[in-house]
């Protein structure tokens, strides 16, 4: 809550989208620039959302069993050079560190950019009979990567990510996992948490993920209308495993080769968390992302302080709507926090300001709920309860505080993915032939065409000439459990298959 | 849980305590080697007991208001040049990433081996006017630094840590925090979740940090009687303000230097923990720190399951003792899970395998209690509640099992607490000679000695003729609230203090 000393300009998001999100994320200190060429600092902010992204989804994960675990920062370069594609993407990406114990090195060791060479080497060893089958792993972690142009969040050399890498016996059951992962974790997280609706399914033959049997990917639309793959997922199959020797005895005890899948979510979630729901003047976070649910602001002068006090205690205990309580104030004299057992937590304004600035800075903050308590609640029974994104001001009952603020906020949750939702929904426009595709790209929607589905040469001929005129790409061939637009776009021609087409950021 | 697979032997603790750490920490599936040199894979096992002391920690950290950032992974070497002494301790351990953006690099960059120079980068954008302190800052990363000697968790080139570094306005505020750090974060959690007690206070004007102004260390007796440095803490006051100019503007408009303070702690954690607790044949973990806190053993045939399956339930039902349940049953085969808000987790065996085969397991685990339940408790409406540690075996109504597994629970955890704390507490010996603390220290004894604190020299010498003949070290200058052995430890002489002299792992 010192954003008052930073007094930023914020650019218009219509004329300038780039510069708007970067305004907007220093504005509300979710960043700073550092002097390591390419990184950032990850503010207090920043880190608390990425903090309550990998809560949910460690408590999702442990209910699908998945475990995890932690391999080596550094690789061995020979890895690597054992899967010739993988090695060829990312070669010119990689930081290498070239000495080590006071000597040249001869394996030489590069940070790791991604870890499916290192975790195939754990596998190896991990992997004997099928019983030990599935293996579910899941690793959170820093990854490196050489980038040209590097924006905060979005693409900077370093950043965090949770990537899993499960083994299976059957191709279907590692497909099915997928499906389970899609359900159970992404979509619930996406929607519930942060608030995004989005399109999803497989990427065409020409757009997946070199080496992969299928790539799975989210696409939701940005709020200047263009596609941003958010998170990818792979049906490995067996080439890794092969390449890396990852075998298992199987019933009939003859070798056989696991089902591989790896999956990804990265802090560039940070940025489409920012820019989707943030407006112009706001940074707007989803209430169930942010980091405090509610900012007491209490109006107090030395004769009534220890009354104010006394009655905001009160109030704390009205406000403890989902579990027991854990409170302890704490120690620094100008704030005050109270904490629930599930980390939700509300924040007292203590300092010594005039009610002004104390608003201001509530303002700024990006929380979701403000309670007022002054001389005159107090004397009356009552708080202020204001929402900070309608800017809804109600008089309540201490005992209905706690409805109150929770009805801003899931009404509020609500709000914004619905806002998402009908983005994507109103701005799919059914192409019929490459002149309405044209115009539906030149319009910032998403198109939705007819690809067919039996001749791959003759769609990566078109996906080119598209990406070539058009600079837009196909995003995805949507899944049935989709938009209107989508279901009642129809197939005019035998062996087709609907693809999105759009602009990616 | 698939540990009977491994059958190592488990070498002798009285005859090789090295040995038999590796063989308790590699039969109990916490790490494997890695082909990283001087790395390892941290096991599921040991990300669950990091992630707890992580989840712990935070909280803390909250109510003291101290604020979670991440700054870059890679260093600019200029500015360990910054500050001569740093770089001279650091530079033979350094990672160097020599080529970027596909050029050789002016000022190459070092994997972070400790993030004091970044800190202070950071400080010195952050950082304006008095109003802007206390800055309270923590991260919790990995770091790298080449080991001569490595030794999985204990010293391993890659670890993760914790680190925190604040600013105060005085130095008086800052000794200040340290002490609050000391009682509400470390001292507890040391305590009650790792149930390890220690020795604490400051270290000698020899063996502290180098430019520190204090250095704070908790020393425990570890199981083979030798100390042990867990965490350090520095005040370290101006010298690296001065060196890297991050000042304020004072109240009276002149220009100061804030004090300065870091301390740490560190994924060694992982070491003492087991090492501390662990017996010549089990694992063993303090339940609070265990990762299920019970293991429901079903026995059932074809025609009871679904019987036994619903009395879980019931039983489920009763072992919900600390908050409301949020329980969703895992979707693999073997095993299903009952959760807690606060993470706490039950795990039920359904595995279609023989009892032994189950019970074996669980004496594998390092979990503490086991929950039988077959046909015979079922018809009696009871449960069979065994404790692994004591092997106290207790039929109860399935009314009492929440309160019999919270008995247990909390008997073993006070219990682990108590045998460290014996353990230090019989094996310090007040000496009044040199040859009494030689006889101490081959005994295995941390000696206390009387110390001249007025000749600063005369310790230095008396220090290394004590290091080179003995092979021990003044461990700290134990404070007040320590043990009787201490607290009756006579002083002869004016002007002096007490110390304490071991043996280090």
Known sequence: MEQNKTKIKISSKQEDYS????????AWDLFEYSPTPGCIVFKPKAVTLWEK???????????????NLYLPLLIPMSFFEKEKEHVEGFAPELAVVTIGWWNELDDKLAIRPTS???????????????????????????????????????????????????????????????LDILHNVYAKNLKEFMAIDWIAWQKSESEKFAGA?????????????????????????????????????WREWVKEFP???????????????????????????PPKMSEYSAV???????????????????????????FNTNWIPVKWEYFKAFVWANWSKIMVDYRDARFWEKITDFELSGYPVAIVVGQKEMEENLCTVISRITWEKIQVKVSEVSATVEDFFSKWQAQLFAASKARLENNIVPCYSIEEIWKAIEDSKFAIYEWDASDNIKDSKLEAEIKDKFKATTRCIPNEWQFKTIDDFELKRKDTIKVIIARAF
């Open 213 to 249: 049997e299928k790539t799975y990917t989210y696409e939701p639309m940005m709020s200047n209308w263009r596609a941003l793959q958010i998170c990818t997922s792979h049906l490995l199959w067996q080439w890794f495993m092969k390449q890396f020797d990852v075998s298992f005895q």
């Open 296 to 322: 007491i602001l209490p109006i107090f002068w030395k004769d009534n302080f220890e009354a104010v006090d006394n009655y905001i205690k009160d109030i704390s205990k009205n406000l403890i709507w989902e």
């Open 53 to 67: 992204m990998k809560l949910e989804m460690n408590r999702d994960l442990m209910f699908l069993w998945v475990q």
């Open 19 to 26: 510069q708007w999100y970067l305004d907007v994320a220093k």
């Open 259 to 285: 089902s591989y899948t790896s999956w990804g979510l990265s802090t560039r979630s940070i940025w489409w968390l920012i820019s989707s729901h943030s407006d112009q003047k706001w940074l707007i976070i």
């Open 116 to 178: 499916e060479t290192m975790f195939c080497e754990y596998f190896r060893w991990e992997l004997q009979s099928y019983r030990d089958l599935p293996i579910l792993t899941n690793q959170w972690c820093n990854i490196f990567r050489w980038e040209k142009r590097t924006r905060p969040f979005l693409r900077t050399a370093e950043f965090h990510w949770q990537e899993w890498h499960t083994l299976h016996e059957t191709k279907v059951e590692a497909n099915n996992f997928s």
